[in-house]
């Protein structure tokens, strides 16, 4: 029983990553719980979505190891790739809906791919997920005709709709008002709880970090130089987590 | 990126199409729906540059043949220049221009906007999903396309030839019996196939592997265009030799 649930959900080891000249990775050691709550939080431009994108491996590491269940995924092909992805749900940082379709028909768009379900069935799931992230009846609609916000609320109904074990948010509250922001903090509070999934979130929201996280995890300069519980990291000696931390522009980050 | 390297890429698309294109599932909507959009909506403009392709044929080798007293040629000219060269390559550039351009800003809007990852992290093959519809539609389509040209083409070199410049029906039709050839119009059908590949295969290939935003999707359209084009003529050349 022990053994199965200390088992990290997923693990990058020493993991570099290079566009180029660019060295954005520079040994990456991450080790997130399952179940929980884990938010990765670091400057703009710093890697985050980089480190986002080797965890479903959209990218693929210069060195170095990713485990997804303690399986490495670096050097599965295509097939078997694919067949790990089906067990995460992804929310990109603008949603990423197919604006070709509806609203209703990119929340089914998993559910038609990976389920045999009948109609009436999808429908019943699409509601029930339009519905727990507030969008109740606005199926029809196309992602043209919304708000950011609610693009977002859509992305978050489709990522979940396979009630994924891993569930990724990238910056899932940038660019929304306070009320908005608090309602999707919750969305994913309810994620890890109801759906008992682990969720791995990038996050500029540093109070809403500190209220939602389970572990902080932060990125600098392409290492991880700060982790622990929210009441840890606001304890953290290091001059670098504490600018950034307290939002000042003062301090050895440098806004150049 | 240099000239070869493009080549190749494209070339390693086609490819990963090809694997594609017969494993399950098979996307018939989505083909059936890319048929519709590249080859149902350019009749229209199809046939209108077919009509004119031939009756400006019909004009000018009327006045070149007429020297000769050779005007009753005018018919077979037009039916062997649509079928053999006019018909496939000017319906070709067509569609380029506007289906090719269409499906490179559609990928490309899609790449940056993020929904092709979004479609590998759902565990669906971009390829399979997005440009494998679209290059069988493209190759089912242009011969299709290039047959209604053809025809019509040859119906307008008929009024002219006939209705406007007075050549005689009989010898106008007769000529075109004699001289015309399945083959010819077989030929042309099969280069038209060819073309259809290219379009889409590069205009998915612009699309898919755009970056840059707007501006991105811009120039890769532009890029698609203009490169399907130029390699459209080219593989016409290459296959003429071959065929005629």
Redesign the interface.
């Known amino acids: 029983m022990a053994g199965i649930e200390d088992k990290a959900a997923i693990e990058l080891k020493n993991v570099y990553k290079a566009f180029g000249t660019q060295e954005v990775l520079k040994g990456v050691d991450l080790v997130l719980p399952p179940d929980q709550v884990n938010v990765i939080i670091g400057r703009s431009g710093g890697g985050k979505s980089v480190l986002l994108k080797h965890i479903i491996g959209l990218l693929k590491p210069d060195a170095g190891q990713v485990l997804v269940q303690g399986k490495d995924i670096v050097s599965l092909g295509e097939r078997d790739l694919a067949g790990v992805r089906r067990g995460f749900g992804m929310l990109f940082q603008e949603a990423a809906l197919f604006d070709s379709l509806s609203v209703f028909e990119n929340v089914a768009f998993p559910l038609v791919e990976h389920r045999s379900m009948d109609k009436k069935e999808i429908a019943e799931v699409v509601e029930a997920k339009l519905a727990s992230v507030g969008l109740k009846g606005m199926g029809y609609k196309m992602p043209a005709e919304l708000s950011g916000g609610m693009r977002k609320r859509v992305g978050l109904a489709r990522a979940l709709a396979l009630d994924p074990k891993i569930v990724l948010f990238d910056e899932p509250t940038s660019g929304l008002d306070p009320v908005m922001s608090a309602a999707i903090n919750d969305l994913i509070l309810r994620t890890k709880e109801e759906f008992r999934a682990t969720c791995v979130v990038i996050s500029h929201d540093i109070q809403a970090t500190m209220k939602t996280a389970d572990n902080i995890f932060m990125l600098y300069e392409g290492r991880i130089i700060a982790e622990g519980d929210p009441q840890t990291i606001s304890e953290w000696e290091d001059p670098v987590v504490r600018q950034f931390i307290h939002g000042q522009a003062e301090g050895p980050i440098k806004v150049n | 990126m240099d000239f070869a390297a493009e080549m190749g890429q494209i070339m390693l698309l086609f490819l990963s199409a090809a694997y594609w294109l017969l494993r399950p599932p098979y996307r018939w909507r989505l083909f059936l729906r890319q048929m519709e959009f590249i080859g149902f909506h350019s009749i229209f403009v199809v046939s209108l540059t077919g009509l004119f392709t031939g009756m400006v044929l019909a004009l000018q080798t009327y006045y070149a043949f007429s020297m000769f007293s050779a005007e009753t040629l005018v018919g077979a000219t037009v039916a062997l220049s649509m079928t053999r060269e006019l018909g496939p390559v000017i319906t070709a550039l067509m569609v380029t221009g506007r289906a090719g351009s269409s499906i490179a800003a559609e990928l490309g ?2 790449r940056v ?3 092709v ?2 479609l ?6 971009p390829v399979q999903y997005l440009v494998v519809p679209r290059i069988l539609a493209a190759i089912v389509v242009l011969p299709l396309l290039t047959a209604i040209s053809d025809f019509i083409g040859v119906v307008g070199g008929y009024v002219v030839g006939v209705k406007l410049l007075g050549i005689n029906s009989a010898m106008f039709m007769n000529k075109i019996y004699e001289f015309l050839e399945v083959e010819d119009i077989l030929n042309g059908l099969t280069k038209a196939a060819v073309f259809g590949l290219l379009l889409a295969l590069i205009g998915c290939y612009k699309g898919f592997y755009t970056s840059g935003g707007a501006e991105g999707v811009g120039r890769a359209t532009t890029q698609a265009v203009v490169l399907a084009s130029v390699l459209i003529l080219m593989s016409d050349y290459v296959m003429t030799a071959i065929m005629f």
């Open positions: 809007t899609m906007t993020e929904q990852d979004a590998t992290v759902m565990a669906i093959s």
